[in-house]
């Protein structure tokens, strides 16, 4: 089983790919969606969750999502079909980092894929060119809660602290106009679906081939976020608009 086939198994009972909650994901998309017939883009979309439920919740609305995975588009598609939204869902298979729109969006997403961009800066570059005048983007990303080891800083990248990140993206001429810090419940609660959802499945299927490593795979998760980053990492979600134009 490869990568992609164990995250999307991973993610079978958090189907938002991050460490929020269904409410604080309404309130995100509450803050940062427009009103009216407008657009909305996901850069990184994985399974297309954050689309499906703009879609429903907004029923004038258009959505795009980019990915480089198939079966995750696949099970957006299938979402989407059964959800009845799919005729107002359009979905691009390539790598985000090379889209090119043929209209501008009135919000456009990337909530934990800044990491296909080169981090969380060059992801909100992208996510400008792509932004209609007057429009919003949401953004979602880890920052350190505390001093991290050397093993965290290798396993999850040279984050900052959460003033610092803000100021960062302040800097880059983004004013934050709503946001939500994920709770140790939310943390836990991915983190616990993540693993449990693999270990479920390689124990509900001890014929299959891949169940050895399905549970391994579960087993280093976890270990990695009890033992590595648990008390130290935490993840920042930012509705953010231009400060100038």
Not at 17 to 41: I, K, Q, S
Not at 80 to 96: M, P
Not at 149 to 159: F, K, N, R, T
Not at 224 to 230: D, G, P, T
Request: glycine share 10%.
């Amino acid at each position: 089983m490869n990568r992609e086939e164990i995250s999307q198994r991973a993610h079978a009972d958090h189907p938002i790919a991050a460490p929020l909650d269904d409410d604080a994901v309404r309130r995100l998309l509450a803050d940062g969606l427009p009103r009216g017939d407008e657009r909305v883009l996901d850069l990184g979309c994985g399974g297309g969750e954050w689309l499906v439920r703009a879609l429903t919740a907004r029923p004038r609305l258009r959505a795009e999502g980019v990915d480089v995975s198939e079966g995750a588009l696949a099970h957006a598609r299938r979402t989407a079909r059964r959800l009845g939204v799919e005729d107002r869902l359009t979905l691009h298979h390539q790598d985000a980092t090379t889209f090119a729109g043929s209209h501008a969006f009135d919000l456009v997403l990337c909530v934990g894929a800044t990491h296909a961009f080169g981090g969380l800066l060059p992801a909100l570059a992208a996510a400008r060119e792509h932004m209609a005048p007057g429009g919003r983007v949401l953004v979602g990303d880890g920052f350190w809660d505390g001093t991290p080891s050397p093993e965290a800083v290798e396993m999850l990248g040279d984050l900052a602290d959460l003033p610092t990140t803000v100021d960062r993206v302040v800097a880059e001429g983004w004013t934050p106009v709503q946001g939500h810090v994920s709770t140790r419940q939310e943390l836990d609660d991915y983190e616990w679906s993540w693993t449990g959802s693999l270990a479920t499945w390689a124990l509900d299927h001890p014929e299959d081939p891949d169940a050895g490593q399905v549970l391994q795979a579960a087993t280093t998760h976890r270990e990695e976020w009890l033992r590595v980053y648990r008390d130290v990492l935490g993840f920042v979600c930012l509705v953010l608009r231009p400060t100038k134009g």
